[in-house]
């Protein structure tokens, strides 16, 4: 009996779960007026310490254990003559959660930006930890690393805050202007079988009639780099770049599931680029730059970086050379027992140096596109934009007709192509799971299952994703900034469905849709994938992931239509929202990302050793403890070269090629080490320093040629 | 003991033959402990046993050929109706040797080997504790339609006391669960059944009586838990077996009256070796 209560208490602890209301004040009604639009832009950093799980990969999300280069929350924020604002922020998170959003906007709610003003993208590098969800699907199994840690969520939604406020309180006079080019060959479909089925597969028009691209992976994409260009007046009154809002579809997972450090992948160096290049870059550590750039992504579900097939470390295989076998033992056969997959380098260095060829070619063309806007933006109605906002809130459960009850399918279990789990690598769960015959025939829906064709896991659901795993409302906005209207999302349609989306959005004005509708995925929340029902029918990794079924595309085109006709007409004053309560779940909520502790390690002075391994510089040193030390409070290690009697200045920790480890408590304490393998090293004497922090002084290590002082 | 030596000598002298240039060797050691030892549908002792086994292997191209030693240790005196070592106070109540090969052909794993039981204090007519050995040539085949997941048979030819067979059906599938660092927690649930047509233990009649004919039957399951990395191996597992025995008498004795039988066991191992990369 008493084992039985035992038992009981056990199991009632574990199917445990926690449900809160999230709520958030919507903005106070506009009561500024300018003489003309205003812009500020800002930028912080939200780097948390390692130890978190990078979301994305699932079961191939490892634990973080240091840094590259860093997450930020980038904000702009635009106010028109009217005072309508609208906050428009680019995290670069995996995704963002409703908690996350409306947390923030509690904050940012006293500077007239409440939950419907703000607008929360995720840049989806899948290099960041999540664990704020409030949603226990995405908590739990996101990354190897589960459960929900709400101290980490008001962390991330503190320093989103903190940055609106900041370009809040930086208005300054501003001009604005669109601008569109189109880059092909840096991205191409994935799962292309899916995007087959539909029956009029969206053509870009720069596409139409180009027989470049035999494969039709890379034609079957929407190539559009779109860019609001936003220039603000100086101290001495002169204009000058601030920054700009840009979106692209593109998949930010050129880091593969094998990469342990907390990374912005593609679109922070993107970002870096476009910083470095127009305005004045920044030169030291914590230094601004002039131009900050938000780079979100557009319809991505279906699109990925075109990049080498070497760059995806494939998740383990379980093989090993010899196993003891014999009559006395079970006959597994020679090579069936699971043995550990030894570590990556080759195919981690790779991604680094795509990543890398892909971001700079991206801001290339942003770049271009930045600087064939100087006509635009002198016009005088560029310093007139009219900004109006829609925001709305889908309730599934409401919602009783073309949104289903979510649930995920089985073939979200094997991951995407180029990014499957190790779960697709056992072939019974293949089969089990029909895996082997994908893409699925077409077959006719089946009237009584909302779902269609999507097969239900049933009990396992139940098991791995507990109940109402799912979000239930999904936090929808349309925006017009200028001539431009937006759709915001909170999940990643594929390029056919976000075309669908922007089409309904124009409803009867078809002119120009391309450029005057837009799609921004991943906003103010997360549910997965959304495709077109033609693609649902595959029932490949996105259309498993397509939660509410066959309908969600063209139940959420409807939606967005509706909005579209609510916006006023330009100059008009948007219409009031009301924003209502959304529920968050979790299961066990505790300490994932590491807190500063009560009781710090005294690390009373830091020294630096530094050597060489091969063509890498290798910095190693004693500091406090992840949580402790927070990398989102600045800097924590420099690169100088000796120049004559002095030094120029490297690079820092946020490079793509300077990573940060956390070693773990070592004899010396909590040791960390910095390593420093740029693509193409210059010869000269080199040395890192540990930046003044917390009370440390600044610590320098000691100058090495490069290549020389080998590690022991 | 002189049979140790000998087979000792035999083992160096096999080790010593040239072999070809892109051959390697394997040697692996093993010890699991039980808590009953239950072979072929039979209960063979109630008591706990510990059971170590070693061998060596030569893997040519495209072959492993593997010779070893396995034993069964009573650490606690036997009981009356434990066949192992009724009327002693315990010790090796088993030395069995063997060698066998196997290749894969394919997406099958085939095997064949033979194996020499010595069941040091078997109770047989010539009273409790006299012993008895015997011999089997065995072959087998797996087949592997995916790396974790296995279906075999093998059947065994007892030539020397029984002049039986004894079939056994099995299938796994390796789940893994958790990867760290260089270690893999794998659950690995198995089915086995098997069939005697000519060989099952009846301790009341004797030799070449001493078994009996279309004997017995049983189908268990075994849930393991295996830790592994490149070298070392880890394992825990629970066992249900059902076994059908209308024919042998050995039901009667009291570790073998129940029809339904379980046991755990847990294991370490640890093996060396790999296959010449131009396989």
């Known amino acids: ?712 | 003991m002189h049979k140790f030596v000998w087979r000792a000598l035999l083992t160096i002298a096999w080790l010593m033959v040239p072999q070809p240039a892109d051959a390697q060797f394997g040697a692996g050691a093993d010890v699991v402990v039980r808590s009953r030892y239950v072979w072929r549908g039979i209960t063979r002792t109630t008591k706990p046993v510990v059971q170590p086994s070693a061998l060596v292997a030569w893997l040519p191209r495209g072959w492993t050929i593997t010779t070893g030693v396995w034993a069964s240790v009573e650490p606690i005196r036997p009981g009356a109706a434990d066949l192992t070592g009724a009327g002693t106070d315990g010790g090796t109540g088993e030395v069995d040797y063997w060698i066998e090969a196997h290749t894969r052909v394919r997406r099958f794993d085939v095997r064949a080997g033979h194996i020499r039981y010595d069941l040091r204090h078997e109770q047989t007519v010539v009273g409790p504790g006299s012993g008895i050995e015997t011999g089997e040539v065995y072959t087998g085949v797996l087949f592997l339609p995916g790396r974790l997941t296995g279906f075999g048979a093998t059947l065994y030819w007892d030539y020397d006391v029984v002049d039986g067979v004894f079939a056994t059906v099995d299938g796994f599938q390796h789940v893994p669960l958790v990867q760290a660092g260089n270690w893999i927690i794998t659950l690995t649930p198995r089915i086995e059944a098997g069939v005697s047509m000519g060989q099952a233990i009846d301790p009341e009649t004797g030799a070449p009586g001493y078994f009996v004919d279309n004997g017995l039957a049983y189908v268990s399951g075994t849930t393991a838990i295996f830790a592994n990395e490149q070298r070392w191996s880890l394992h825990v597992s629970t066992s249900l077996q059902y076994n059908h025995d209308e024919a042998t008498r050995v039901n009667r004795l009291d570790g073998n009256k129940r029809k339904t039988k379980a046991w755990i066991d847990a294991g370490v191992s640890y093996a060396i070796g790999s296959r010449p990369r131009t396989r």
């Open chain 1, 1 to 712: 009996m008493r084992i039985a209560v035992v038992l009981a208490f056990l199991f009632a602890a574990a199917c445990a779960r926690y449900e809160f209301a999230i709520d958030a004040p919507a903005s106070p009604a506009s009561v500024v007026t300018r003489e003309q639009l205003h812009a500020g832009f800002a930028r912080v950093d939200i780097t948390p310490p390692p130890g978190g799980g990078l979301m994305g990969y699932a079961t191939e999300g490892k634990k973080s254990r240091g840094h590259r280069m860093r997450l930020y929350a980038r904000s702009l924020v635009l106010e028109d003559e009217r005072g309508e604002r609208i906050a428009l922020v680019l995290a670069d998170l995996g995704s963002v959660s409703a908690l996350v959003h409306r947390l923030a906007a509690r904050r940012t709610a006293r500077a007239g930006i409440g939950a419907d003003r703000l607008i929360l993208m995720a840049s989806h590098t899948h290099s960041a930890p999540g664990h704020y969800y409030a949603t226990p699907a995405y908590d739990e199994q996101a990354s190897r690393v589960q459960g929900f840690d709400s101290a980490h969520a008001v962390f991330v939604a503190e320093r989103i805050a903190r940055s609106v406020l900041a370009a809040s309180a930086s208005l300054r006079p501003a001009r604005a202007a669109w601008g569109f080019s189109n880059v092909w060959g840096l991205t191409r479909v994935r799962d292309y079988a899916m995007t087959e089925r539909n029956p009029n597969r969206f053509v870009h028009p720069s596409a139409a009639g180009v027989d470049r691209f035999a494969d039709p992976r890379y034609r079957y994409i929407d190539p559009q780099l779109s860019m609001l260009r936003v220039d603000a007046r100086n101290a001495s009154g002169e204009w000058e770049p601030a920054g700009s809002f840009i979106t692209f579809a593109i998949h930010g997972t050129l880091n593969p599931g094998a990469n342990e450090l907390i990374d912005g992948d593609v679109h922070s160096i993107i970002a870096r680029e476009l910083e470095r290049t127009i305005g004045r870059e920044a030169t030291e550590p914590g230094e601004l730059p002039q131009t900050i750039h938000l780079f979100a992504n557009g319809a991505q579900g279906d699109i990925t970086a075109a990049v080498s097939d070497s760059t995806r470390c494939p998740a383990p295989t379980y093989a090993h050379p010899f196993v003891a076998t014999g009559p006395r033992r079970p006959h597994v056969g020679a090579d069936s027992m699971p043995r550990a997959f030894p570590p990556y380098p080759a195919c981690l260095t790779l991604s680094r140096l795509e990543a890398v060829r892909v971001g700079r070619a991206l801001a290339q063309a942003a770049v271009a596109l930045h600087g064939s806007l100087d006509a635009a933006i002198a016009h005088d109605s560029a310093q007139h934009l009219r900004i109006a906002r829609v925001y709305d809130v889908v309730d599934v459960a409401a919602d009783g007709q073309t949104l289903c009850s979510p649930h995920a399918g089985p073939n979200t279990i094997p991951g995407p192509e180029g990014s499957h789990t190790r779960l697709f690598n056992i072939g019974f769960l293949r089969s089990v799971l029909g895996m082997d015959t994908l893409p699925k025939p077409p077959a006719d829906s089946d009237d009584d299952n909302c779902q269609g064709v999507k097969p239900d896991l049933g009990m396992f659901e139940f098991l791995v994703g507990g109940r109402k795993p799912y979000p239930l409302q999904l936090q929808v906005s349309v925006v017009r900034i200028g001539n431009v209207t937006i759709g915001t999302v909170p999940v990643e349609p594929t390029t056919n469905a976000g075309w669908l989306m922007r089409r309904a959005m124009a409803g009867s004005d078809t002119a120009d849709i391309l450029r005057r509708y837009l799609i921004v995925s991943l906003t103010n929340g997360y549910a997965q994938y959304v495709t077109t029902e033609a693609e649902y029918s595959a029932q490949m990794y996105e259309g498993a992931s397509t939660l509410y079924g066959p309908g969600t595309a063209n139940a959420l085109a409807r939606r967005l239509s509706a909005m579209s006709g609510r916006l006023p007409p330009p100059g008009g004053a948007s219409p009031p929202a009301t924003v209502p309560s959304i529920s968050g779940i979790y299961r066990s909520n505790r300490e994932i990302v590491p807190r500063a502790s009560n009781t710090p390690l005294l690390v009373t002075t830091r020294s630096i050793d530094t050597c060489f391994r091969g063509d890498t510089l290798v910095a190693t040193w004693t500091d406090e403890r992840p949580g402790d030390l927070v990398p989102a409070g600045g800097p924590i290690v420099r690169i100088d070269r000796q120049r004559g009697t002095g030094f120029d200045i490297v690079t820092w920790d946020d490079d793509p090629f300077l990573e940060v480890w956390y070693l773990g408590v070592k004899r010396r304490g909590p040791a960390w080490q910095a390593r420093y393998a740029p693509a193409a090293p210059v010869r000269g004497t080199y040395r890192a320093v540990l930046l003044e922090r917390d009370g440390f002084p600044e610590t320098a290590g000691t100058w090495l040629e490069w290549g020389t002082g080998p590690c022991n």
